[in-house]
């Protein structure tokens, strides 16, 4: 069990699934760092967080597809408790007919679904050795396992993810084995990727239950790790056309 002393890094905290982390967090009394790429949105879920009971929060803007150090960008205070938690949830769903798709296309979809991840992982990774028990979390996608020839750039980055998590790990079984690492492969959630696009939202999955989840993971015993769970919309996928 991971109690409530420690630290929670959430990354697309602004908006969405992160942000339903955000809250399931806070509830339970967790100092939070919460990332997005837009400052002034993530800074309304800090206070938010706040008010229900977070210990700390602090916010952080920040852009995964910039060439900026996460040392020199995030400046959190020494005394702020250490991270435990880390949920690699900031991801950019791109909606393209693949013969469309440029070169830039998939580096843009990669530095912001998979190089952001590993990023986070390796800035925090000292902390997470140094704790009892801690643990990793990599928003990945049913994509990460199915070619989308309308998101191909999106599906070869979910791939790549889920690719990283599990050699994590296998990293972590070996010689780091209180550290867990969990891979959630997220069928269609209702989340920014929807807006502007008419879609009934009980046809999606509830993105607090993928919070809830999440939170749950933290307090199982260091005995035992959920690797991969798939979380699907109970009356199944939209069809591609009107996604």
Not at 97 to 118: C, H, K, T
Not at 129 to 139: D, E, F, G, P, W
Not at 143 to 170: I, Q
């Amino acid at each position: 069990m991971i109690d409530s002393t420690k630290g929670v890094v959430i990354t697309g905290a602004s908006r969405g699934i992160g942000r339903e982390i955000a809250r399931s967090f806070a509830r339970s009394g967790y100092a939070l760092v919460l990332m997005a790429r837009n400052r002034d949105h993530v800074q309304e879920v800090v206070e938010e967080c706040l008010s229900m009971g977070a210990s700390q929060v602090i916010g952080r803007g920040f852009d995964f597809r910039s060439e900026e150090s996460l040392v020199d960008k995030l400046e959190i205070p020494v005394e702020f408790p250490k991270i435990a938690v880390l949920v690699n949830n900031a991801g950019h769903f791109l909606f393209q007919d693949m013969a469309q798709d440029s070169l830039s296309d998939y580096e843009e979809q990669f530095r912001i679904n998979v190089l952001g991840a590993i990023a986070c992982t390796q800035h925090w990774f000292n902390d997470l050795k140094a704790q009892n028990h801690s643990l990793v979390v990599n928003i990945c996608s049913k994509a990460s396992v199915e070619g989308y020839d309308d998101a191909a750039a999106y599906a070869v980055s979910k791939h790549a993810l889920l690719g990283y998590g599990r050699s994590l790990r296998v990293m972590c079984e070996r010689n780091h084995p209180h550290i867990g690492v969990c891979n959630i492969l997220l069928g269609q959630t209702f989340s920014s990727s929807w807006d502007g696009i008419d879609v009934d939202p009980e046809r999606l999955i509830n993105p607090v239950d993928v919070a809830e989840m999440i939170y749950g993971f933290t307090q199982l015993s260091v005995r035992s790790v959920v690797e991969e769970l798939t979380i699907m919309p109970a009356k199944g996928i939209l069809s591609r056309d009107k996604a």
